[in-house]
C-alpha cells in the first residue's frame, strides 16, 4: 500500500516506525527538517518537507496515487484540511487526528461531509484506556474485543499472591472460570506460556475471558479489593476532560489540580460536578490538605513526563491504591518498573495502534479482517480481533491438530455473540471472530498464525 503520512510528530513519528516494516511505500511530509531527518534517516521511507495541507506538496508526494492519507499534524485544522486536499485529489482514504473537544462533539457531522474514512482523537483515547482500567481496581490494563463481549487484563502478581507457584495446568484446576492466560511479562521478556509454566511473584499476566467471567476470577483472588470510588487527577489537560466526564458518569468522585488558573476556571464550568482546585502538584502541603491519602486512585496527566512520574511517586508514598501515570517517552517504561509505577499510559501509541488496525484491516480485507489491535505485554506483544470472512484452508479443524508459529496462541473464538475460550478442541468457523496473542508485528492476517 502507498501510505502518505502528513505530520513526524510523536503520533506521526510512532506511526512510521509501526508501518515502516509492514511492506508499505511510505511517504513523510512535515515542516520541520529536523524532525523529518530522525524519521527518514532510520526508517525505509520518503521524506518531504512542506505543509501536509498544500495541494502542491501533496501532489508531490503522490497523494491523488495513494492508498492512504494519515493527517496528524499538531493542529487540527491543518489535519481536517490535509484530508479534503487528498479527497480532492483522488486519495482512497483518510484518517485525520483531531483533538479539540470542540470539534470532537461534530465529528460523526464533520466525517460524513468531508469523506474521512476514519477520525481519531488520542486524549479520547487515552481517557477511554484510563476509565476501563480504573473500572478493573486489580488491573494495570483492560483491551476489550468484540463490542465488550470479551476482554485481556494484565494484573501484577504481588508477594504472597494466590497464583504464586501454579502451573497454568493447575491453576485450571483450582479456579474453575472458563479465562486463559495468553503471556507473562518476566524479568522484561514476554513469554507466551504453555500449560507447565509456573507462575511466581513478579509475574505481569494477562488473562482473556468474558467481562463478567474475569470478574469473578480476579475477586476470588482478591476478596476484600473494592471498586473505585473516589480519584484525583493531576493535571487539567483534555484527557482529564474526557475522563472525567467518563468517571463522573460511572458514579465516582473526581477532583482536579491544575496550575493554570484560567484552565481551572475552564474546567469549573465545563465539568461543574468536579472540584477544580488551582494549585501546584508539587505543593505536598496542597495535596494532603486535599485529602491524597483518601484517595482510591491518582492519575498524573500534566505535559511533562518527568512531573507526571514524580507525582506519581507520591501517591505511591500515600499508599494510593491505583497509580496511572501518563508519559511520552516509552523509553521511561522500564525506570517507571523499578520505580513501582506499574500503568503507564501512553497516547501516542494508543493511537498508533488505531491507524495500524485499520491499515492492516486495508491490507487484508478477503479472507480475514482485523478488526481490533492492542499492544501488550509492555509493547513487546500484540492481541488481535480478526473477523473471518471467507474459506480459510483451516476451518473446521479442532485447534490441536493445527501446526501454528511459535509464540502464537489462539486465545479466543466469538461464535454468534458467545466467547469461547480456545482449548485443543476448539475449531474456527466462518463469521467467528477470533482473538489471536503473537509477538509485535509477526501477524498480519489470521493465515499468518500457521507455520
Not at 93 to 117: G, Q
Not at 168 to 189: A, M, N, P
Not at 307 to 315: K, T, V
Amino acid at each position: 500500500m502507498k501510505i502518505v503520512i502528513a505530520g513526524n510528530g510523536k503520533v506521526g513519528s510512532t506511526l512510521v516506525e509501526k508501518l515502516s516494516g509492514e511492506n508499505h511505500d511510505i511517504i513523510v511530509i512535515e515542516k520541520s527538517k529536523s524532525s523529518l531527518s530522525v524519521s527518514t534517516d532510520k526508517y525505509d521511507v520518503t521524506g518531504i518537507t512542506g505543509n501536509g495541507a498544500s495541494y502542491a506538496i501533496q501532489k508531490q508526494a503522490g497523494v491523488d496515487k495513494c492508498d492512504l492519507l494519515i493527517a496528524t499534524t499538531n493542529s487540527d485544522e491543518v489535519n481536517i484540511l490535509s484530508c479534503m486536499v487528498a479527497n480532492q485529489l483522488g486519495a482512497k482514504h483518510t484518517i485525520a487526528r483531531v483533538r479539540n473537544p470542540d470539534y470532537a462533539f461534530h465529528m460523526k457531522y464533520l466525517k460524513e461531509n468531508l469523506k474521512l474514512s476514519m477520525y481519531i482523537n488520542p486524549e479520547q483515547e487515552a481517557a477511554d484506556e484510563i476509565s476501563r482500567i480504573l473500572r478493573f481496581p486489580t488491573a494495570t490494563k483492560v483491551s476489550p474485543f468484540m463490542f465488550n463481549r470479551v476482554e485481556m487484563v494484565e494484573i501484577s502478581l504481588k508477594s504472597g499472591g494466590p497464583l504464586n507457584g501454579l502451573s497454568l495446568i493447575k491453576l485450571r484446576k483450582v479456579y474453575d472460570e472458563d479465562i486463559l492466560i495468553c503471556t507473562v511479562v518476566r524479568d522484561g521478556e514476554a513469554i507466551i506460556p504453555n500449560g507447565e509454566f509456573v507462575l511466581q511473584e513478579g509475574d505481569r499476566v494477562s488473562i482473556i475471558g468474558a467481562p463478567r467471567t474475569l470478574n469473578a476470577f480476579v475477586r476470588k483472588l482478591y476478596p476484600n479489593k473494592q471498586k473505585i470510588k473516589n480519584v484525583m487527577i493531576i493535571g487539567g489537560s483534555h484527557i482529564a476532560y474526557y475522563l472525567t466526564n467518563t468517571l463522573i458518569d460511572s458514579g465516582m468522585k473526581v477532583k482536579i489540580i491544575d496550575n493554570d488558573f484560567d484552565r481551572c476556571r475552564h474546567l469549573s464550568d465545563i465539568l461543574p460536578k468536579a472540584t477544580i482546585i488551582h494549585g501546584n502538584a508539587r505543593d505536598r502541603e496542597l495535596l494532603q490538605e486535599e485529602g491524597v491519602e483518601k484517595m482510591d486512585a491518582f492519575v498524573t496527566l500534566t505535559g511533562v513526563d518527568e512531573e507526571n512520574i514524580i507525582a506519581s511517586m507520591f501517591g505511591v508514598k500515600n499508599n494510593i491504591p491505583k497509580i496511572v501515570t501518563k508519559i511520552n517517552d516509552t523509553f521511561m517504561t522500564d525506570m517507571m518498573d523499578r520505580l513501582g509505577l506499574e500503568i503507564a499510559i501512553t497516547p501516542k501509541e494508543i493511537t498508533a495502534d488505531s491507524i495500524v488496525r485499520y491499515v492492516r484491516a486495508m491490507a487484508n480485507s478477503g479472507e480475514s479482517s482485523m478488526k481490533t489491535l492492542y499492544t501488550i505485554s509492555n509493547g513487546q506483544a500484540e492481541v488481535m480481533e480478526f473477523h473471518v470472512d471467507g474459506d480459510l484452508p483451516f476451518l473446521g479443524v479442532p485447534l490441536h491438530k493445527l501446526k501454528t508459529k511459535e509464540q502464537t496462541l489462539i486465545g479466543c473464538v466469538v461464535r454468534d455473540g458467545h466467547p469461547i475460550i480456545a482449548k485443543g478442541s476448539t475449531t474456527i468457523e466462518k463469521k467467528d471472530s477470533v482473538i489471536v496473542v503473537a509477538e509485535k508485528g509477526k501477524i498480519s492476517n489470521l493465515t499468518d498464525i500457521m507455520a
